[in-house]
C-alpha cells in the first residue's frame, strides 16, 4: 500500500504543470485537462484513456483523422494523442492541419506510432510533434509527454 501511494506521488509531481493536487485524505489526483485520442484502431484508443482517466483526464476518442478535425473546433483540448498512419487523413496531415489552426497554437500534439525508429522519431519531431510515444504505450511515457 506504501509503495502504491508514493507512485502515486511520484506521478503527481510529474503532472505538476498540469496543475494537479494531491488531496491529504484520499491521495488521489484531480485536474481538468482533456486529451483527445485519435487512432484507427479500438484498442490503442482504448488503453491511454485506461492510463489517464483514474488521474481526472477527460478523455476523448477519434476513429479516424477526418472525425478529429471536425470535432477539434467544438472542444477545448489539452493535448491530442495522434496516430500516424491512418487511412483517409494520416496523422501528419491532421498536424498540419491543427498547427495552422490559432485556437490550437498550444495544444500539445503527440505522435503515437508502432512503426517508429529513432530516425523516424526526429523527423516527426521536426514536423511539429511534441513528442513521439511508441506502441505499445507505456503509462510513465504518456504522463511525461504530457507533463513538459
Known amino acids: 500500500m506504501r509503495e502504491k501511494i508514493r507512485h502515486r506521488i511520484d506521478l503527481s509531481i510529474m503532472?505538476?504543470?498540469l496543475t494537479v493536487f494531491?488531496?491529504?485524505g484520499t491521495k488521489s489526483?484531480?485536474?481538468q485537462k482533456t486529451i483527445l485520442v485519435v487512432d484507427d484502431n479500438g484498442s490503442n484508443r482504448l488503453v491511454p484513456g485506461l492510463i489517464l482517466r483514474p488521474f481526472g483526464f477527460t478523455v476523448i476518442e477519434s476513429s479516424s483523422g477526418e472525425e478529429a478535425i471536425d470535432?477539434?473546433?467544438h472542444v477545448k483540448v489539452y493535448g491530442v494523442l495522434l496516430d500516424i498512419q491512418m487511412p483517409g487523413l494520416s496523422g501528419l496531415e491532421v498536424l498540419r492541419r491543427i498547427r495552422s489552426d490559432p485556437r490550437h497554437?498550444?495544444?500539445k500534439?503527440?505522435?503515437y506510432t508502432a512503426y517508429a525508429?529513432?530516425?523516424d522519431v526526429g523527423g516527426l519531431l521536426a514536423q511539429g510533434f511534441d513528442a513521439v510515444l511508441l506502441k505499445p504505450i507505456k503509462s510513465i511515457d504518456?504522463?511525461?509527454a504530457l507533463s513538459y
Request: overall charge positive.
Open 22 to 24: 494531491i488531496s491529504d
Open 117 to 119: 525508429n529513432s530516425g
Open 29 to 31: 489526483m484531480q485536474h
Open 71 to 73: 470535432l477539434l473546433p
Open 142 to 144: 504518456l504522463i511525461k
Open 109 to 111: 500534439v503527440i505522435a
Open 105 to 107: 497554437h498550444k495544444t
Open 15 to 17: 503532472f505538476a504543470g
